[in-house]
């Protein structure tokens, strides 16, 4: 009798924040990888990474844990990253509660057992360890070979972000550069729309069931429960972590959008009300636009043309065979706004490209190829955006037309190479 197989997934790293529903994910996540394949520290923390041979962590598929942003330098290059944040608030009184929980959790479990949240926080008793964890995480920047030398001839002093206390210390700037750099980044407050987004692109079972782990009995963390001095204490140790969460979310926002965008135009492919070509291809000007950002078709001397607008943002969405290798090429008039290759800025699934304009006088040519790899992870979509320095109403520069008007675009061609 044959055996059900499924094909083995690409490999990802689980950067585990502390209570952010890490416990969960990583149930979820170990049911998507052969045993053998996922990575068996099981401490989830550099302190287990030294029983180990460094270079053996490049050969799993499969890395998970409470490490921060640079043990991504001692896996597999290809190796996508996965991470969840929490509201700051709610994040501290969860830890504030395991801490004076468990006394395995945190050496200070003995003092913090009695304390209120403010005294764990500002008292002289307490170095209050999870300040701005999030942060910290997330800007690890240490050499990790230096981390795993010294952890292999010394015991841990620090915290599983920080376990050799060489960092420096949380650093936002650092940390928002490397959020942007991970693959899928989760909140723990919209994980129903989190997940399907991770299952669909990394081609694992959809999480029709999701464990709820290591969430302990009547743990609610409603901050707006508390004193207005707890509160205080809690917003002044999560300085940095308040401004990368809002980053967070803006970047989830981002994302979840564009993966809504290419389900429904791969509905769309598969369906075939949209044409997907082997061959070059123009978009017809004058049918519907298969984007957003654009005006009615009118009528020009030798072809039609579209305006786009009101807004400066405007966008082109088609299915593209994964495999192939397209020119994108747009030619447009522009004669309310000074077009340059500096300030307009193009995207394709996220990733910002830079392309060739030529202008002459109001006319202008945009030539950029599309990435090969980047419509293949898009599982064959390429979404376009078009970002404009802004926007222009004739009638301000004494003309009749009251829209507000970016370009005129008279043709998009999609070139194969």
Not at 355 to 382: F, K, S, Y
Request: net charge negative; proline share 7%; charged share 25%.
């Amino acid at each position: 009798m044959k055996k059900f197989v499924p094909r083995d997934r690409d490999p990802l790293f689980f950067l585990h924040i502390p209570k952010t529903a890490g416990s969960s994910m990583r149930l979820y996540l170990r049911n998507q990888y052969r045993k053998e394949t996922i990575c068996p520290i099981t401490m989830n923390s550099w302190e287990d990474v030294k029983s180990i041979d460094v270079n053996e962590l490049k050969t799993f598929q499969l890395v998970h844990g409470h490490f921060g942003f640079n043990l991504r330098e001692l896996l597999y290059p290809e190796m996508k990253t996965l991470t969840i944040l929490r509201h700051p608030f709610d994040l501290t009184i969860s830890l504030i509660r395991h801490l004076q929980r468990d006394p395995d959790f945190h050496p200070l479990h003995s003092v913090a057992r009695g304390c209120s949240i403010r005294e764990i926080i500002g008292g002289q008793q307490f170095a209050f360890p999870f300040a701005n964890i999030q942060t910290a995480f997330l800007s690890a920047s240490v050499d990790p070979f230096r981390v795993y030398a010294f952890m292999k001839e010394n015991s841990s002093v620090g915290e599983n972000w920080n376990p050799t206390g060489l960092e420096n210390g949380p650093d936002m700037d650092v940390a928002m550069r490397n959020l942007e750099k991970i693959d899928f980044v989760g909140l723990v407050e919209r994980l129903d729309d989190f997940l399907p987004m991770v299952s669909n692109d990394m081609s694992y079972h959809p999480p029709t069931v999701f464990p709820r782990s290591n969430a302990a009995p009547g743990d609610r963390t409603d901050f707006h429960t508390l004193a207005s001095d707890d509160i205080e204490a809690i917003e002044a140790c999560n300085q940095l972590d308040l401004k990368l969460y809002a980053h967070a979310q803006q970047i989830f926002e981002e994302r979840r959008n564009r993966a809504a965008a290419r389900a429904q135009i791969t509905r769309l492919r598969d369906s075939e009300f949209y044409p997907m070509y082997s061959e070059s291809f123009e978009l017809d000007i004058s049918a519907p636009m298969p984007g957003n950002g654009w005006y009615d078709p009118e009528h020009g001397t030798a072809r039609s043309f579209r305006w786009t607008g009101p807004e400066r943002e405007f966008t082109i969405e088609v299915p593209l065979e994964a495999g192939l290798q397209f020119r994108l090429r747009v030619r447009a008039a522009s004669p309310f706004l000074a077009l340059s290759e500096d300030n307009l800025i193009l995207s394709m699934n996220g990733e910002r490209l830079r392309p060739t304009l030529q202008v002459n006088g109001e006319d202008l040519e945009c030539l950029v190829e599309l990435p090969e790899d980047l419509i293949a992870r898009n599982h064959g979509v390429c979404s376009l955006k078009f970002n404009l320095p802004g926007t222009k109403r004739p009638t301000d520069l004494g003309r009749g037309d009251e829209r507000n008007l970016g370009i005129a675009v008279r043709s998009v061609y999609f070139e194969k190479l």
